[in-house]
């Protein structure tokens, strides 16, 4: 099983980026897939996660900033973040397990499978 991620970059505060997630080497329409991301200097945090009737929780440092989306057919999911702010500045990294979302949310140790990782950069 493998996540690729893709879509990070540089903007300035305010802007949008969308951040992508495929994954190959089983369907994950049983699954919840989601983000997390580390600043530099800190822990890793959970950002969004959606199930695969595509139930979404956000974490309410990017609650209607951020949008996370899936499409089961295509096994990816995409996150769009909007009003980026500079503290949103890290790596940003997919994920994905068969797991309840409260567990995907809160354990993400137990999580299976990662991706590599796309960086984000908002500047002031």
């Known amino acids: 099983v493998q996540l690729q991620a893709s879509g990070g970059g540089l903007v300035q505060a305010g802007g949008s980026l969308s951040l992508s997630c495929a994954a190959s080497g089983r369907s994950f329409s049983t699954s919840v897939m989601g983000w997390f991301r580390q600043a530099p200097g800190k822990e890793r945090e959970f950002v969004a996660g959606?199930?695969?009737?595509?139930?979404?929780i956000h974490a309410d440092s990017v609650q209607g900033r951020f949008f996370i989306s899936r499409d089961n057919a295509k096994s990816t999911v995409s996150l769009q973040m909007n009003n980026l702010k500079p503290e949103d500045t890290a790596v940003y990294y997919c994920?994905?397990?068969?797991?309840?979302?409260?567990?995907?949310?809160?354990?993400?140790?137990?999580?299976?499978?990662w991706g590599q990782g796309t960086l984000v950069t908002v500047s002031s």
């Open positions: 959606i199930t695969r009737w595509h139930g979404t």
């Open positions: 994920a994905a397990d068969d797991v309840e979302i409260s567990v995907y949310r809160a354990n993400p140790q137990r999580l299976k499978y």
